[in-house]
């Protein structure tokens, strides 16, 4: 078997090699992070070694490590990819590991066979109907290998049964789940995306809700199985890793068909995760393949718009999730020495809708049109804040300078100081001492003994105590009805709030991270659903009250998430349970008339600046009588 493996087209399907002298090749090593490459492959010898964690080996003891195989199963790997039939003698040993790696892929490919079958019956006509409504041809979904899960309950175990696959196997390959009678397919009546290791194997599905009979989620995937794990696979790898590794470069989208789209475009590097956010183990693949490392001249852009030491480009939707998940991306940003882009349709269509509307032109225009993460996630913190005054100002430049702080690379960081000055309106002079204030507190967070720092960290938040602004503690009070209490916060009409109401930029961000999680409209269904299942008003209520808050961190980023647990918990300044509804009201109302007075200044400023403009000035009058008449009412509310 060694015999018909060369070393290097083994490797190359996980790490991007370059040249290294005679007979040798070099890379970022895929079994300890490093940035200067120390992993070598010699073809000739058909040896590899890193130099960096002292690993080393041949082909099957590279296949063993990085795929966590047994050498029996590398083996099959390595013979399925040379085309060499293999035969095995029985030893009578018992497997104590559970079934063979080799048998769920191969329960995969059946899988993926019966699937696609069952997309062209009479049955799947609903998929083939929405994937042709896509712009998708069926050679196109041929490609894909894309099928149909009928309703049936056992349809695929049936056939799985037949092949002589036992129900350990079944089980442990994610394709069904157990029930009081037995097994069941775990997929049924969906359009079904079969997931494939960067190997080619097939090692999971992505299934899409396809019919509105269907409670189910709109996707369900594989669970967590030996050969299938969601932080490290990519949707697309198998076929986007040569050009990735040709282009040095790999493009993140959202979705499956996204993948589809881009790479039908021409954007043959496009990939997408399954089922979860890009985390550390993606950044591990993609590093590997566009052989990211410490480069001199990274970040220069050459004459092709393209990044000197590769580029990963994530594509989001313009609206506050996409926002949300740049933000994330941010945090994650500089574990790439390469530039990290984000590209965003400005109508905020994703880029199968993209190709729907505009074809291949237009998918490709996207991508091209990318911008630096940095650029997008500091410009997505000072969105929505009032620039144009002193107070709006003042809170973009606390909110955005500890990210312009955080830039590591000093003449990186000094650019984005500029622009940010720019961005707010504001001398460089005062922009500048906040971003050296902001490095200070960052350095000496990282230099601050271990010995020294408390076990838990610092709240995001000050506690109530040390707020001094009655506009911030109002808003403050707001946030934690708006948590604990969304039993009373929907009455109130909290979710009918503006994303503008709140002016401290880290509450703006709770606000967003609840808007986007749904409101207290989602507790409400949560009860109802809890309800209907048979639990008491007081379990509905404990246990949707927990799903609520957990949904809110989800969907905010970590600092706002830590921001989030501490709002949730605080004690309430009314804890009285008959005046607790009055209490609440009032909050919302006092946040209300805020927003109306600070809508007045703004008026009486403008009034100001329009001397000379008598027909202007009688407008700006008007508004500014509907407006106090607003804030009467609501002082007679709080009355």
């Known amino acids: 078997m060694r015999a018909r493996t060369r070393i290097d087209d083994v490797v190359a399907g996980y790490v991007a090699l370059r040249p290294a002298g005679v007979d040798s090749l070099k890379g970022l090593c895929p079994f300890h992070d490093e940035k200067t490459p120390s992993f070598h492959v010699r073809p000739h010898a058909g040896r590899w070694h890193c130099f960096g964690c002292g690993e080393g080996g041949d082909a099957i003891s590279f296949i063993e490590k990085i795929e966590h ?29 559970g079934p063979k790696r080799s048998r769920l892929v191969e329960a995969h490919r059946v899988a993926v066979e019966f ?93 899409r809700r396809i019919t509105d009979d269907d409670n189910g989620p709109k996707y369900l995937n594989t669970p967590e199985t030996p050969i299938y794990k969601k932080a490290q696979v990519l949707y697309g790898l198998d076929q986007a890793k040569k050009a990735i590794a040709a282009q040095r470069r790999v493009v993140v989208v959202e979705g499956y068909t996204d993948v589809m789209a881009a790479q039908l475009a021409g954007v043959e590097c496009a990939v ?103 650029e997008f996630a500091i410009q997505s913190v000072l969105r929505g804040l009032p620039l144009n005054t002193a107070e709006g100002r003042a809170a973009g430049l606390r909110a955005a300078a500890p990210m312009v702080a955080s830039i590591r690379d000093r003449v990186l960081r000094g650019e984005y100081t500029r622009m940010l000055s720019g961005w707010l309106g504001m001398d460089e002079g005062p922009v500048k001492q906040a971003v050296r204030e902001s490095r200070g507190t960052l350095k000496h967070a990282q230099t601050v003994p271990a010995a020294a720092v408390e076990p838990r960290p610092e709240p995001v938040l000050h506690t109530r105590a040390e707020i001094r602004d009655p506009i911030e503690r109002v808003e403050r009070e707001a946030l934690d009805v708006y948590l604990q209490l969304p039993w009373y916060a929907g009455p109130a009409q909290m979710d009918e709030l503006p994303p503008q109401t709140f002016t401290v930029p880290i509450h703006h961000r709770i606000h967003e991270a609840i808007r986007a999680a749904g409101g207290a409209a989602s507790y409400r269904q949560r009860f109802e659903q809890l309800v209907a299942s048979g639990l008491t008003e007081p379990e509905a209520e404990t246990e949707a009250a927990t799903w609520y808050v957990e949904r809110v961190i989800e969907a905010a980023d970590p600092i706002v998430a830590q921001a989030v647990s501490q709002l949730a918990v605080e004690t309430l300044p009314e804890t009285r349970p008959e005046r607790m509804e009055r209490y609440v009201w009032s909050i919302a109302v006092s946040l209300i008339r805020q927003g109306i007075t600070r809508q007045i200044a703004d008026v009486r400023s403008e009034l100001k600046r329009t001397a000379g403009d008598p027909s202007r000035q009688e407008r700006l009058f008007e508004r500014l009588m509907e407006l106090e008449t607003q804030r009467r009412t609501c002082d007679e509310q709080l009355e």
């Not at 409504?133 to 799985?160: C, H, M, N």
Request: aromatic share 10%.
């Open 69 to 97: 195989v047994t050498f029996v199963e590398a083996v099959e790997i390595l013979a399925r990819k040379a085309g060499v039939e293999l035969h095995s003698e029985d030893t009578g040993r018992a497997d104590s590991d």
């Open 115 to 207: 699937y696609e079958h069952e997309l062209h019956t009479p049955g799947g006509a609903p998929g083939r109907q929405l994937l042709e409504r896509r712009g998708f041809t069926p050679e196109q979904v041929a490609r894909y290998r894309i099928g149909f899960s009928p309703e049936s309950w056992d349809g695929l175990l049936k056939v799985l049964r037949s092949r002589g696959f036992s129900e350990k196997e079944i089980l442990a390959a994610g394709l069904a789940v157990q029930g009081n009678r037995g097994l069941y397919d775990r997929f049924r009546g969906r359009l079904m995306w079969p997931i494939f290791s960067i190997m080619g194997d097939p090692v999971g599905f992505g299934a």
């Open 272 to 374: 997408a995760t399954c089922g979860t956010a890009f985390g550390a183990e993606h950044v591990k693949i993609v590093r590997r393949l566009i052989g990211d490392g410490a480069d001199p001249a990274k970040g220069v852009i050459l004459s092709d718009g393209r990044a000197f030491g590769g580029e990963v480009i994530f594509t989001f939707d313009g609206d506050a999730a996409g926002q949300k998940a740049a933000l994330k991306a941010f945090q994650g940003d500089q574990a790439f020495a390469a530039q990290t882009f984000v590209a965003v349709a400005k109508d905020g269509m994703d880029p199968c809708e993209v190709r729907m509307a505009y074809g291949d032109e237009g998918v490709r225009a996207i991508i091209d049109s990318r911008r630096p993460l940095f």
